[in-house]
């Protein structure tokens, strides 16, 4: 009986330990999810900032999703994520927070889920923490921020610190004259001209009770300037709002220009030209509304002046046909071969302008010396004329004087800058001079002699005679020699007929 059984539930359990090897030998792919959180520091001071970067790791995520929470002692973003990977193993992104309370901070990230476009699986959560501290008798933090914060007596800056309103808004936030930008996260900015050297900020709390560090009037060095407002609510609440404040520097965008023209208190704006910039017919406007004068430069890697313009808005406002202008020039030209035959082959370099037209009067054109020429070389400028084919001298000759060198043209087209004096093309004849009009009369003359000589000469070519018309007709046919035969001989003349009788 018991072999019976045995016999019969054998293949069973065969089938099963060859499934059960069949999936040793092929195992079901495992797919691994987690998510990490770390700050970029452990400890800031209240009014600082701080980065946490969250990384989630996968097998092949081409998807992922969450979302990220921060605790009262941090102001930043707060809510969902979703995007999409590039197939890899693991994706990481960052956000920034603000301190605005002491204590512990905490970063959560919660809710992660991946995909490989096929499976989904849930990566989980994490935290991180930041431990925020205060500031001490006025002592600014990482920040950089004068002034605020707590002291010893439980006041900021001579405030008792209670257990009132925690309201750390500002009513009005600006600088004054200017239109600031909000990045948020309590950031703005701002751009100003080079030419001014201070600021007014102005900071408004909503709270009566509330106390504002950092506002008031500020010194400005050139390019990027940060300034922090301390909001200490009456509870002791703090909140930082930073005004980033860009001053251009003398060599601005273009893009700024417009802007610069109207803020500045100098009489001459520099633009630092890139690639592609042209002037628009706004621009042109700007700079004939305010009268001022602009330097359009181009500048290489090192900082190094390649070429520029100097235009005059008043000069400007007296060409109506001036309405844009693409100041780019290159260095070589599709006439080149043209250029170097009219020149003989001189020395010198090609100035390729895009612009095509005429110029504001007073324009300057500069340009580098570089390699080409030298201090004290003497240079000629000359035009030229593609409908024509010639090269025609431009201007005076200048002088280098030292790396840069000025050209006053009045117009752009293509030149050639070159030492050599070359030789004026010869000037087309106008009219006839009185030299040329006595060879055309003798000319005249000596053709009227030839046509009358070649007339008498066809009029005495002798004509053939067939018969005598009269005796003299015969008298002619006879020579002497004949007359001598024929002496004593009387002839007969009937009509045209001769005979002897």
């Excluded at 035959?341 to 110029?359: H, Q």
Aim: glycine share 10%.
């Amino acid at each position: 009986m018991k072999k019976t059984i045995l016999k019969k539930i054998s293949p069973i359990i065969l089938t099963l330990l060859l499934i059960v090897g069949l999936g040793a030998g092929f195992p079901i792919k495992s797919y691994a999810a987690g998510v990490s959180i770390y700050p970029s520091s452990d400890t800031v001071y209240v009014g600082d900032s701080v980065t946490v970067t969250v990384t989630i790791y996968g097998d092949e995520i081409y998807a992922y999703s969450g979302s990220v929470d921060c605790d009262g002692n941090l102001s930043g973003f707060t809510g969902g994520f979703a995007d999409g990977a590039d197939g890899g193993g693991a994706v990481s992104f960052s956000y920034t927070y603000y301190a605005v309370g002491e204590g512990t901070a905490a970063v959560y990230v919660n809710g992660c889920e991946v995909s490989d476009g096929l499976n989904k699986d849930y990566a989980g959560d994490a935290a991180c923490y930041i431990n925020v501290i205060g500031y001490d008798n006025g002592g600014g933090g990482t920040g950089g921020n004068a002034g605020g914060g707590w002291d010893d007596s439980g006041q900021i800056n001579g405030v008792e610190v209670g257990e009132g309103s925690d309201n750390t808004n500002l009513a009005t936030l600006e600088v004054e004259g200017y239109t600031l930008t909000d990045e948020g996260h309590d950031i703005y900015s701002v751009s100003v001209s080079n030419s001014v050297k201070t600021i007014n900020i102005i900071a408004v709390p909503e709270d009566a009770n509330a106390v504002v560090v950092g506002a008031g009037e500020q010194t400005l060095t050139d390019g990027e300037n940060q300034f922090e407002i301390y909001v200490y609510a009456e509870n002791g609440f703090v909140r930082d709002y930073v005004i980033k404040v860009n001053r251009r520097g003398d060599k601005i965008a273009l893009a700024d220009l417009e802007k610069e023209l109207k803020e500045t208190k100098e009489d001459t704006v520099i633009v630092s030209l890139q690639d592609g910039d042209k002037i628009t017919k706004e621009m042109i406007a700007a700079i004939t509304k305010w009268g001022k004068t602009v330097k359009l430069n181009r500048y290489d890697a090192d900082g190094k002046l390649l070429y520029g313009w100097t235009m005059n808005g008043k000069d400007m406002a007296e060409l109506k046909t001036f309405q844009t202008f693409d100041p780019t020039v290159t260095f070589e030209s599709k006439n080149a071969d043209k250029i170097e035959t009219l020149s003989n082959y001189a020395s010198g370099k090609v100035l390729n302008f895009a612009y095509s037209g005429e110029l504001p009067k007073n324009t300057v054109f500069t340009i580098a010396a570089g390699k080409e020429f030298t201090k004290e070389d003497v240079l000629y400028l000359y035009y030229y004329d593609e409908k024509e084919n010639t090269l025609k001298q431009e201007g005076q000759s200048v002088t280098v004087k030292g790396d840069e060198i000025e050209l006053a043209i009045t117009h752009c087209s293509e030149y050639l800058l070159t030492r050599s004096v070359l030789k004026a093309p010869e000037p087309v004849k106008q009219g006839n001079s009185r030299k040329d009009l006595l060879m055309m009369i003798t000319m005249a003359v000596e053709l009227a002699v030839i046509i009358i000589l070649a007339v008498i000469l066809i009029r005495r070519r002798p004509k053939p005679v067939a018969a005598a018309d009269s005796k003299d007709h015969v008298a002619e046919m006879f020579t002497k020699k004949d007359e001598e035969a024929h002496e004593g001989d009387v002839y007969e003349i009937t009509g045209r007929h001769v005979r002897k009788r």
